[in-house]
T-cell receptor, first 114, second 114 residues
Framework: SAVISQKPSRDICQRGTSLTIQCQVD?????MFWYRQQPGQSLTLIAT?????????ESGFVIDKFPISRPNLTFSTLTVSNMSPEDSSIYLC???????????FGNGTRLTVT | QKEVEQNSGPLSVPEGAIASLNCTYSDRGSQSFFWYRQYSGKSPELIMFIYSNGDKEDGRFTAQLNKASQYVSLLIRDSQPSDSATYLC??????????????FGRGTQLTVWP
């Protein structure tokens, strides 16, 4: 399976600021996804990061709030914009090496917004 | 509607017992199903996946799928204290494998006591 590195591992940010989370994979992968896990909750899919084109967002998530880039097959970023305390969560990058193969997760970014 | 339902528990079993975890999903046409384990403060790790009706065994773990009943389960035999974690059921609602977004249930917290 692929090795997935996420940065930063954690951060504390002030309300109204933005944070960009990076996800680097050690091999080319077909699919990259971004999930959110709020305290005590399960994983919620934010969007599919599409290589070379705009991300596909799930219902309830918008590009202005969560802009995503994926310039190549091994790297993606998620930005959490204009943060509020409700954005405090763990953000997880996940990848699928090839169609139909299982999803694997990075170690996550623990974000606290004060 | 993409819904994955799990009993949140907690489920508590003695060491050596069989733990049974259950999951139902909303779309009869779903094709692939996954069980993840998540230790506190860690990211989810894949335990098993199943695509076909029936049972699939891997060591102490058995996944069972009944597509007609829209039901998937995970049995853990000879449960160990190290199995204590939250178990997440995930379903791929996309009909083609090329998309492969996973949607997660809320998870069942399992405690195995010595």
């Amino acid at each position: 399976s692929a090795v997935i590195s996420q940065k930063p591992s954690r951060d504390i940010c002030q309300r109204g600021t933005s944070l960009t989370i990076q996800c680097q994979v050690d091999s080319q992968v077909t699919m990259m996804f971004w999930y959110r896990q709020q305290p005590g909750q399960s994983l919620t899919l934010i969007a599919t990061a599409n290589q070379g084109s705009e991300a596909t967002y799930e219902s309830g998530f918008v590009i202005d709030k969560f802009p995503i880039s994926r310039p190549n097959l091994t790297f993606s970023t998620l930005t959490v914009s204009n943060m509020s305390p409700e954005d405090s969560s763990i953000y997880l990058c996940s990848v699928r090496v090839e169609g139909g193969s299982p999803l694997h997760f990075g170690n996550g970014t623990r974000l606290t917004v004060t | 509607q993409k819904e994955v339902e799990q009993n949140s528990g907690p489920l508590s079993v003695p060491e050596g017992a069989i733990a049974s975890l259950n999951c139902t999903y909303s779309d009869r046409g779903s094709q692939s199903f996954f069980w993840y384990r998540q230790y506190s403060g860690k990211s989810p790790e894949l335990i098993m996946f199943i695509y076909s009706n029936g049972d699939k065994e891997d060591g102490r773990f058995t996944a069972q799928l009944n597509k007609a009943s829209q039901y998937v389960s995970l049995l853990i035999r000879d449960s160990q204290p190290s199995d204590s974690a939250t178990y997440l059921c995930a379903v791929n609602f996309d009909r083609g494998s090329t998309l492969g977004r996973l949607y997660f249930g809320r998870g069942t917290q399992l405690t195995v006591w010595p």
